[in-house]
């Protein structure tokens, strides 16, 4: 439930605030996708992609109360598969 007067916080903030704290092996280009994106791209469900985070599989990325993923690791897994 958002707080009165204050306002969500927009993706191109969250963008840099994630690029602030960027992990080893990511790239400055780099995009992030939420679960709802990622499943749509692997054409898996949402429960199959948490199911990936739990595996440690994927590296979530926690901005406010958003799960997000580095788009090229989930690339990854198309190639790897």
């Given at each position: 439930m958002r707080q009165k007067g204050k306002k969500p916080m927009s993706v191109k903030f969250l963008d840099a605030k994630i690029s602030e704290h960027r992990p080893a092996g990511s790239y400055p280009g780099d995009k992030y996708i939420n679960v709802k994106e990622a499943a749509a791209l692997l054409r898996l469900s949402e429960?199959?992609?948490?199911?990936?985070?739990?595996?440690?599989k994927l590296t979530r990325y926690k901005a406010g109360g958003r799960t997000l993923l580095r788009q090229s690791q989930v690339m990854g897994l198309i190639h790897e598969a």
């Open positions: 429960i199959s992609i948490r199911r990936l985070l739990w595996k440690k």
